[in-house]
């Protein structure tokens, strides 16, 4: 027996409950009942026992969720590296260490981790997410991990050469940083001990630079030992620029502590066809005041002024002036001065007390010694040390010298001003900003690319080279989702909103609008990046065993709420 629904022409369709059978060869059947009077869930529940299932009466107990998987994050962050091509420029796409680099490089995003518990989050045991199973990597073990970092490895100059080849032309601007990264262990020959700037104090570190288009885009990362000084990378990246990317016009753009008078003299001019962007440093403005090429009445009606020097031939010195970083120099200035007096005192005190009095140069030099450090004006103080006693002053006169130049920098720069105008200068020098961008999101806020534990210098560069990739895909990710994200959305609203290019820089109306009523154009809730992956991994792929007789497991993903939608639908991403 079995229910048949017959379509009626002007009317809802006839169910009946019909039986089949053979007469003379042929299969026939003839009508039981009409059971179209019968409630819908009614009918239902019979045709289920008829077809030998179980009659449930909630919904709840009509089958089983087998196992959730996290899966609209890694639909996101995979399909957008999918899109953008950089499973091609990986290349090797056949071979299992290229399925397991991707699988590294959305996990980098997604759950930044060791590669121990990468492993663990890809196994179909213990997964976190439904990346494994995505790229068919569920089986991955730790070494095959590390030799997927290494075949990885092996790849980077090639990878780079495409990037390079992708969004570097003749006569680009190409920006240039430097930072370091604690280290953990002190057998890996990288790690040394250099100038600190995670204020890791005693600890190991590495240093690396990394090459940027003029947005921000990375290009190219380099590692190089602890103890290495952020200027003698540089013939390096000239080097790499020209030779390996075949760059023989472009434009380098570095801070004042990487492109020194050293550096423009010996590495930089002997090279045709490169020309760069740098400051000056407080000592050389100094110069620049003291010499008359800088008066600072060109500051009574504008904020920026191209001058010339005799020391600077065949150069471009750009003068700018923002009085709001001017206020915030002296008001750091006042700070620092003030606590390093408040601690000074203390020890003044401390050689005058009663009781246990300090004595001996050494010990007090030794605690005056801490303080100076701590804050870093020790040279605006004169300090007098004897045997059983110790005092201060201020030096003023530096002080008030210090103070003329507050808000004042200079760019410096080899190009005329047919090829660059003096704004464009700046503009450029100040891009420098999305390199440091890129190293907070390097170190804390996403890809968490310390600490790094391992110990054998191929691997330490893959693991910095692997976050540099992760970090290529979330920059093209944040671009996109710009409209949903606390991003600034519109960065020619943002610069027209700028009364100079000297001014700090604004958020554009749209933007200021999405911070303050932390919705959207659409009005959708605003997320951090961070935030709306976590989002996104509330899409799960939930795999479901109805419970009837012989019946399959089948795949369903949840529904999408608006925002989620919204953000698949800005990156192309289907699920």
């Known amino acids: 027996m079995y229910i048949e629904r017959v379509p009626n022409r002007n009317s809802p369709p006839c169910i009946l409950l019909r039986e089949s059978y053979r007469q003379e060869g042929k299969v026939k059947k003839r009508t039981i009942c009409n059971v179209t009077k019968w409630p819908p869930e009614l009918v239902e529940n019979f045709r289920l026992l008829l077809k030998g299932g179980t009659v449930i009466e909630r919904l709840e107990e009509a089958f089983d969720i087998v196992r959730s998987r996290p899966y609209g994050h890694v639909a996101a962050v995979l399909g957008t590296l999918r899109k953008i091509g950089l499973d091609r420029i990986i290349g090797g796409k056949a071979l299992r260490e290229h399925a397991l680099s991707v699988a590294m490089i959305v996990a980098r995003i997604i759950d930044p981790q060791s590669k121990l518990a990468t492993a663990r989050g890809l196994k179909d045991e213990s997964l976190f997410s439904a ?21 990885l490895g092996e790849r980077q100059e090639c990878i780079e050469r495409k990037l390079a080849k992708r969004h570097l032309d003749k006569g680009s601007i190409v920006l240039y940083d430097v930072t370091s990264t604690y280290f953990e262990g002190r057998t ?92 000056l440093r407080a000592s050389q403005i100094r110069k620049l005041v003291e010499s008359g090429s800088l008066q600072l009445s ?16 065949a150069e471009r010195l750009v003068v700018c002036r923002n009085p709001i970083l001017a206020e915030e120099r002296a008001r750091k200035r006042r700070e620092l001065l003030e606590a390093t007096e408040r601690e000074l005192e203390k020890i003044v005190q401390a050689t005058k007390r009663e009781k246990r009095p300090l004595k001996g140069k050494d010990k007090i030099a030794l605690r005056v010694g801490k303080v100076i450090n701590e804050f870093k004006v020790g040279k605006h103080f004169h300090l007098s040390i004897g045997e059983e006693s110790f005092s201060y002053k201020r030096k ?21 001003s047919e090829k660059l105008t003096s ?63 606390f991003d600034e959305d519109d960065p020619q609203g943002a610069e027209g909103s700028r009364s100079s290019v000297v001014a700090p820089a604004q958020r554009s109306s749209s933007a200021q609008v999405k911070t303050r009523s932390k919705r959207s154009k659409d009005n959708l809730p605003v997320h951090g990046f961070r935030s709306l992956l976590k989002e996104l991994a509330t899409i799960c792929k939930n795999r479901i065993r109805p419970k009837l007789p012989g019946a399959p497991t089948l795949d369903k993903s949840t529904l999408p709420t608006a925002v989620q939608e919204k953000a698949l639908k800005l990156l192309w991403v289907r699920l």
């Open 188 to 279: 890996c020959p990288l790690a040394r001990h250099g100038h600190n700037r995670d204020g890791k104090k005693g600890k190991l570190q590495i240093v690396f630079g990394l090459l940027c288009n003029h947005e921000g885009c990375p290009v190219a990362v380099e590692v190089f030992s602890g103890d290495k000084g952020d200027p003698s990378t540089l013939e390096g990246q000239i080097t790499k620029i020209r030779n390996r990317f075949g760059l023989d016009r472009v434009i380098f753009v570095g801070d004042r502590g990487l492109i020194t008078e050293a550096g423009i003299r010996e590495e930089i001019r002997p090279v045709k066809g490169l020309e760069w962007i740098t400051a």
């Open 396 to 416: 003023e006169r530096n002080i008030a010298r210090e103070e003329v130049l507050d808000g004042i920098y200079v760019i410096r720069t080899s190009l005329s």
């Open 298 to 313: 060109l500051f009574d009606e504008k904020d920026l002024a191209e001058i010339t020097d005799p020391a600077y031939p």
């Open 131 to 151: 990346l494994g199973e995505e790229l068919g990597v569920e089986e991955a073990s730790e070494d095959e991990l590390y030799a997927a970092m290494d075949w």
């Open 423 to 485: 704004e464009a200068t700046v503009a450029a020098y100040k891009q420098l900003s999305l390199v440091e961008q890129a190293f907070r999101c390097f170190k804390s806020i996403d890809l968490k690319v310390r600490p790094i534990h391992h110990r054998l210098a191929r691997r330490v560069r893959a693991h910095v080279f692997l976050c540099m990739l992760a970090y290529y895909v979330e920059w093209h990710m944040r671009r996109v989702l710009a409209p949903i994200l």
